[in-house]
């Protein structure tokens, strides 16, 4: 199990607030906890405006902290320095949700994908970095006529097929991929999910894969966290999260899921979830998730419930579990 694992990334009690523009502050993370052991994926899902990316964003050091503490194999991410610093961009990587957005269209694939290349001199000469590209074109389905094209002759697939290449090119052990196949096509989103897996069994990669829906993380989750507005309301192992969702919002998420057996999809119950997420601007006191939970009583909107494990490896925050 992955409790016995070594672990790479540990996030404890990790907060990031920014001020609101009217006023107030908004906790957009806080208090979060979580540990990414290596090789496995950790998925992590909620609505938009949870907290999820500016949460990876916060472990990853691209946002300050405002509180906690960030390990990257026993290194504080958020003290690096000089070539530490460096060295941790070299070995933890991001794949970004808008393949459209986050590729520069006035460089060809073979400048954008050996950028990493040549910012840590990972190529002899000229010819080993035309010949890396190559192999990284080769290793994400695409081929060396795709080198000298531009991003915006490719469709969207490829372009995350080239974002992902562009984040092997430094040989990570660590990849956050943020939202990677939301802005995809259903029928594509299968395709990069597949490939990433595959990666991973090849290159003992770790991943931290950010998404909104759970169907999304499913087939490539070994453990799966759950947010709602800046907290991790369940954590457990992907199956069992599935067959045994115990928070109140998870049920609610997984009941958002079609099932394509018509007869089963027909006979179970679906769990509406009233309104949109709140404002993370000054939440109330109590479990956030009380304005919107059938079950809530005095105690929970008085009371943050705290993240307990109340199995286990399945952590649930929750007054009523
Ligand atoms: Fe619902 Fe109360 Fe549990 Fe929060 S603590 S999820 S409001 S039952």
Known sequence: MSENRQPLLEV??????????????????????????????????????????????????????TDGQVLFDGQDVHTLRGADKLRFARRAQIIFQDPYASLNPRMTVADIIAEGIDIHGLAKDRMDRTEQVYRL???????KEHANRFAHEFSGGQRQRIGIARALAVHPEFIMCDEPISALDVSIQAQIVNLLVKLQREMGLTYLFIAHDLAMVKHISDRIAVMYLGTVVELTRSERLYEKPLHPYTQA??????IPDPEVERKRQRIELEG??????DPPPGCRFAGRCALACDRCRQESPALREVEPGHFVACHLV
């Open 12 to 65: 404890s009690h990790l907060k990031k607030y920014f001020s609101a523009s009217g006023g107030g502050v908004v906790k957009a993370v806080d208090d979060v906890s979580f540990t990414i052991y290596k090789g496995e994926t950790l998925g992590m899902v909620g609505e938009s405006g949870c907290g999820k990316t500016t949460c990876g964003r916060t472990a990853m050091g691209l946002y300050k902290k």
């Open 137 to 143: 074109l080769d290793l994400v389905g695409l081929n």
């Open 253 to 258: 998420l997984l009941s958002a899921i079609p």
């Open 276 to 281: 949109d997420i709140p404002s993370p601007i």
